[in-house]
């Protein structure tokens, strides 16, 4: 089993940055392709951004493409997501995802087999 912990969720006002951080215990972290994922009361969980094993590719969802940004040290297990320019529609629970293998990137909420407890952001206009 893999656990992912997130940290680095809290309350600020359109335009701050955060930078959240995902702990993960797997033996093979280097193998698992990642992503962020949010949720809004109300809405479906959707894909922030994803990033491949190696960390050679990225992906970002529409709505936060140029704003955030996802990175990963392998050396640490660990992923982060950047969130530069917050808005108050960025608010929402973020959740960290890993699948246990893969080569490429996975924008899907099915394509991901261990989920942190998530991390609570509020954007305040």
């Known amino acids: 089993q893999v656990q992912l912990v997130e940290s680095g969720g809290g309350s600020v006002q359109a335009g701050d940055s955060l930078r959240l951080s995902c702990a993960a215990s797997?033996?093979?972290?280097?193998?698992?392709?990642m992503g962020w994922f949010r949720q809004s009361p109300g809405k479906e969980r959707e894909i922030v951004a994803a990033?491949?094993?190696?960390?050679?590719?990225?992906y970002y969802g529409d709505s936060v493409k140029g704003r955030f940004t996802i990175s990963r040290d392998n050396a640490k297990n660990t992923v982060s997501l950047q969130m530069n320019s917050l808005k108050p529609e960025d608010t929402a629970d973020y959740y960290c995802?890993?699948?246990?293998?893969?080569?490429?990137?996975?924008?899907?909420?099915?394509?991901?087999?261990?989920w942190g407890q998530g991390t609570q952001v509020t954007v305040s206009s």
């Open positions: 995802a890993a699948r246990r293998s893969g080569l490429g990137l996975y924008t899907g909420r099915n394509n991901y087999d261990y």
């Open positions: 797997g033996r093979t972290f280097g193998s698992y392709p």
């Open positions: 990033i491949s094993a190696s960390g050679s590719s990225t």
